[in-house]
């Protein structure tokens, strides 16, 4: 006869099993529903249009929509924030960037999160080359002029950018600290709308990611003085780098990656880290990326801990910078 002892033991290897079976087996359906990706900047900008470009197909591996959900405010810490607090079970994910995820450490003394300790990351999604753009109609004809007509006119001239701490305008304090001026500042939502600014001739200059920029400087809305980076950008061929133009302390790429609140499920992270590879390797993907200016990681600098490690290293890099400023 089976004591009760016994039956109480099967039972309990029973659902032991169930529970090491449920674990893997939950992460092997992920995703059941649709997940939301927080773009902490207005729709437009860089931040999501690249989200845009590689999550339409990374919703096509995993099988379920993938939503953007524009939040902003305070140069993206608002919105990185929600992230940080939200639900860890894969369905609220954000796309960080080098503001949100590294500068924003010194500048903001009293930030809710911590990019290292409150997010998994998950992968990093391109490299976005920085640029030194102006409305069509600023008087400096190049760089050297550019220069310096803002020391000149350093109290009447103003830069656009996207809040304290956003890449643009930690990339226009480092162009300010090198050429040793103080414009006047003027933060937007993201620079979707401080580009309509600059178009609209309402703003004079902007430090801004290549992916905003590309089709505006085809179009002859706007002119670039210079791109931040060691080599030209095939997208922009006319357009010279910093140290053709004369200023070759200047070098500045920002980068965009996914994010998920600290404690998701190493298996829900790899199977985004996957969709998240797949869309990088996919031809259409690829060519809109590619388009636009942006730098695609090589599979290596794709992994969960290449992204960690750019973020501690990226802390680390701009913290020195930017906290005598704070
Ligand atoms: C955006 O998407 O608006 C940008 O990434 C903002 C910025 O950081 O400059």
Known sequence: MTSIRS???????????????????????????????????????????ISRIVTGHMAQTLGQSIIIENVVGAGGTTATTRAARAANDGYTLITGHMGTHAASVPLYPKLAYHPEKDFEPIALLAGTPILILARKDFPPKDLKEFIAYVKANAEKVNAAHAGIGSVSHVSCELLHSIIDVKPISVPFNGT???????????????????????????????????????????????????????????????????????????????????????????????????????????????????????????????????????
Not at 11 to 40: D, E, H, K, N, W
Not at 259 to 267: E, I
């Open 7 to 49: 039956l109480a033991g099967a039972c309990a290897v029973a659902l032991a099993s169930m529970c090491a079976f449920a674990a893997p087996g939950q992460a092997q359906t992920y995703p059941t529903r649709s997940i939301t990706m927080i773009v902490p900047f207005a729709a437009g900008g860089p931040t999501d249009v």
């Open 192 to 326: 979707g709308p401080a580009m309509n600014a600059l178009v609209g001739g309402q703003v004079d200059y902007m430090c801004d990611q290549i992916v905003n920029a590309v089709p505006q400087i085809n179009a002859g809305t706007i002119k670039a003085y210079a791109i931040a980076t060691a080599e030209r950008n095939p997208s922009l061929p006319n357009v010279p780098t910093t140290t053709e133009a004369g200023l070759p302390a200047y070098q500045a790429q920002a980068w965009n990656a996914i994010f998920a609140p600290k404690g998701t499920s190493p298996a829900i992270l790899a199977t985004l880290n996957a969709a998240a590879g797949k869309a990088l390797d996919d031809e259409n993907v690829r060519k809109r990326l590619l388009d636009l200016g942006s730098v695609i990681p090589a599979p290596a600098d794709r992994t969960q801990a290449a992204l960690g490690t750019l973020v501690k290293n990226e802390i680390a890099k701009w913290t020195p910078v930017l906290k005598p400023a704070s």
